[in-house]
């Protein structure tokens, strides 16, 4: 089938919630892409920050052949050893104790606000089971993540919503400070806000947020599903404050592409119990034997300071090859999750995907005045310089 037909297809029996680009691939391999057609693309994209070590990287792609050849699936009604060893590697990694798995990132959510309501009912009983999350934040699409949604194109259509949210405008520790009552239980935040346009809060913010939280007895979330795992030049994103939370969520690059997502906590805010929680695929034999080798992989060939390192040299490229462009704003995000931001009303950032694209480049064109630059971390520095050739050539 061509890439046309295939289009085709989806739009008489998909449900919309997508609107695809009208390109199916066929074939990966680290940073490049192959459609059905046999054109080459750079992926700037990585399955929106999920393909962190490459596509079809030969370690995945056994860990997964030998795992699906021998055992995909029990449940945990029985021990599953990838799981335990996917939880021991997590919490060597992490402050976390202990680990929830999951199939994506909203699941993980989910399970960090159940976590977190049933840690006050134990821990505090007086206390109330208030969140506090963040204005434009994102932290996905099932009736509890979409109540810590708080942007209303997302949450809208959907009321009434999960009820004891409260929303606190991003990077602003005095807007937490007023609203960190004794009605809540916790508050729940992305590091650097991904979804809503890359924003890195001020330095001060999670160390702030992080002492009300201690002093006030309420928990701290962090929702680090696409910071984490070396995204941002650093195993997860709160290392750059020097902060850790008391609950975490993961999920995106955790899989390298095989559904998983874990809550991952301190012993003192593990509060589930037999029963509290569950999921029948969750941290099964498959998709924990592909997140060990992610995990392996990630530490092997050093692509924490890799993404650090080509994250910095992509925001210089940027910089210099664009700066002087009446269209240039900045270069936001860390690690190599960047996003550039552009006066619109020069070039609309869906614009300079499709020009991309038609150039054989991934791009993710964000809200109204950002493209997102999210590569897999194993680019390398002539693909990264490629990549701002293409954008320099769509902006001309
Ligand atoms: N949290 C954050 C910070 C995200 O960026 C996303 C997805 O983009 C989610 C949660 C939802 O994850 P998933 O789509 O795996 O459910």
Redesign the pocket.
């Known amino acids: 089938m061509t890439n046309s037909e295939i289009a085709d297809a989806y739009a008489q029996c998909v449900m919309r919630t997508y609107r695809p680009q009208p390109l199916a691939f066929v074939r990966g391999q680290g940073c490049r892409l192959w459609d059905v057609e046999g054109h080459e693309y750079l992926d700037f994209v990585a399955g929106?920050a999920v393909m962190a070590v490459g596509h079809s990287h030969p370690r995945i792609v056994e860990a997964v052949q030998r795992q699906a050849a021998q055992l995909v699936h029990t449940s945990n009604l029985y021990l599953i050893e990838p799981q335990v060893r996917l939880a021991e590697r997590l919490t060597q990694l992490s402050f976390a104790d202990r680990c929830f798995f999951c199939n994506?990132?909203?699941?993980a959510?989910e399970a960090a606000i159940k976590l977190a309501r049933k840690w006050a009912g134990r821990q505090q009983p007086e206390r109330g089971r208030g969140i506090i999350a963040a204005c434009n934040s994102?932290?996905?699409r099932t009736l509890g993540?979409l109540a810590a949604t708080a942007q209303e194109k997302y949450q809208k259509p959907f009321q009434p919503l999960l009820p004891g949210f409260t929303y606190v405008p991003f990077g602003d520790v005095a807007a937490i400070e007023a609203a960190l009552n004794e009605d809540v239980c916790a508050v729940m935040l992305?590091p650097i806000q991904?979804?809503g346009g890359v924003i890195v809060p001020p330095e001060n913010y999670l160390p702030g947020v992080r002492r009300l939280c201690t002093e006030r007895g309420a928990l701290l979330i962090l929702?680090e599903?696409?910071t984490g795992l070396g995204r941002t030049g650093k195993w997860f994103a709160h290392e750059h404050w020097g902060v850790t939370p008391d609950i975490m969520?993961l999920?995106?690059a955790l899989g390298s592409g095989l559904p998983i997502?874990a809550c991952v906590a301190t012993e003192a805010a593990a509060a589930f119990e037999p029963g509290d929680h569950a999921a029948t695929f969750g941290g099964n034999h498959l998709a924990c034997a592909a997140a060990l080798a992610t995990l392996e992989v990630i530490e092997e060939e050093g692509l924490v300071e890799q993404a650090a390192q080509r994250g910095a040299l992509l925001r210089e490229l940027l910089e210099e090859s664009l700066g002087a462009h009446p269209a240039f704003r900045e270069v936001r995000g860390r690690g190599l999750l960047l996003a550039l931001v552009l006066d619109p009303s020069y070039r609309k950032p869906a614009e300079i995907q499709s020009a991309a694209l038609a150039q054989g480049l991934l791009l993710n064109a964000m809200g109204e005045d950002r493209v997102r630059l999210a590569p897999p971390l194993v680019v390398s520095e002539e693909q990264c310089r490629r990549a701002v050739q293409v954008i320099a050539a769509c902006l001309a």
Do not use: P, R, W
């Not at 994506?104 to 699941?107: A, F, I, L, P």
């Open positions: 929106i994506s990132g909203t699941e959510n994102f932290h996905g993540a992305e991904g979804e929702d599903v696409q969520a999920a995106k997502g």
